[in-house]
């Protein structure tokens, strides 16, 4: 297996004897894929990842990202990640980095659009354009997926603000045909690889765990050991505040 630095960081934040996602590989190839993963870890947040230079440059925005040229949404500018990450969907465990369900919100391929517009038009670009672009913080590119259509850029912020840490981004729908006014990503939610909610994909990952749990709970004799396991529960449902897994737990 093939490390490089550019996936050093990635590597260094995970136990991949505990974690479903894929290791550390750089692709020896670079194509122009795209996806953007719903992830409901610590909070809430959309990760927009590129393939290029053999890894996905990857941005996690908060609010995720708008069809609307009037949302900038802020992207912050994270580790690269593997390019097989591009379908990683499931669920990362408890008390790893990024614990929580992740969906492959949308997919499609990408290119670069050249930094200067033609005649007010934004053409096709090339690699060595894109990656110049990436370095100076102001990257233009077209994308076509499922859901994420037209001209889009990563604008990156002047760090001047108070706590900043230099990674702060933002996402930006450029006007085009593809542009919708009021743009609401949850009139757009689901997963475009398995047509999944968040919901039915954490349900899917734990069922087997939930539904063991009665079974093993009557064997528990001990009252230490079944108070534990009840406070291991409440605290599971509290995190999870999941209520169809709540009420498989009840019943
Ligand atoms: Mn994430």
Redesign the pocket.
């Known amino acids: 297996m093939v490390f490089t630095m550019a996936l050093e960081e990635y590597k260094r934040k995970r136990k991949f004897e505990q974690t479903p996602e894929p290791p550390p590989k750089l692709e020896p190839k670079t194509g122009h894929r795209f996806v953007v ?1 719903k ?1 409901d ?1 610590t909070r809430l ?1 959309y ?1 927009f990842r590129l393939e290029m230079e053999g890894v996905l440059k990857s941005w ?1 925005v908060p609010k995720g990202p708008s069809l609307d040229p009037a949302d900038k949404r802020l992207a912050m500018h994270v580790e690269d990640h593997p390019v097989s990450y591009f379908d990683f969907e499931g669920t990362i465990p408890e008390d790893n980095y ?1 614990a929580g369900t992740v969906m492959v919100w949308d997919v499609g391929t990408w290119q670069p659009l050249s930094p200067v517009p033609v005649d007010g038009k934004y053409v096709r670009g090339t690699d060595a354009e894109a990656t110049a672009m990436l370095a100076k913080g102001d990257l233009k590119f077209r994308l076509d997926g499922k859901k994420l259509k037209g001209d889009f850029a990563l604008v990156k912020m002047k760090g001047h603000r108070p706590g900043s840490k230099g990674n702060e981004w933002l996402l930006i729908k450029k006007h085009d045909d593809h542009e919708i006014e009021g743009y609401d990503i949850d009139a757009y939610d689901g997963s475009v690889l398995t047509n999944r909610s968040l919901d039915e994909i954490a349900g899917h990952a734990g069922s087997e765990w939930t539904s063991s749990r009665p079974a093993s709970r009557g064997k528990l004799k001990a009252a230490w050991l079944a108070d534990a396991v009840a406070k291991l529960d409440k605290k599971n449902s509290a995190k999870k505040a999941k209520p169809a897994v709540k009420k498989k737990l009840k019943s």
Do not use: E, S
Request: hydrophobic fraction near 30%; avoid cysteine.
């Open positions: 993963q992830h870890a947040h990760d996690a990024g």
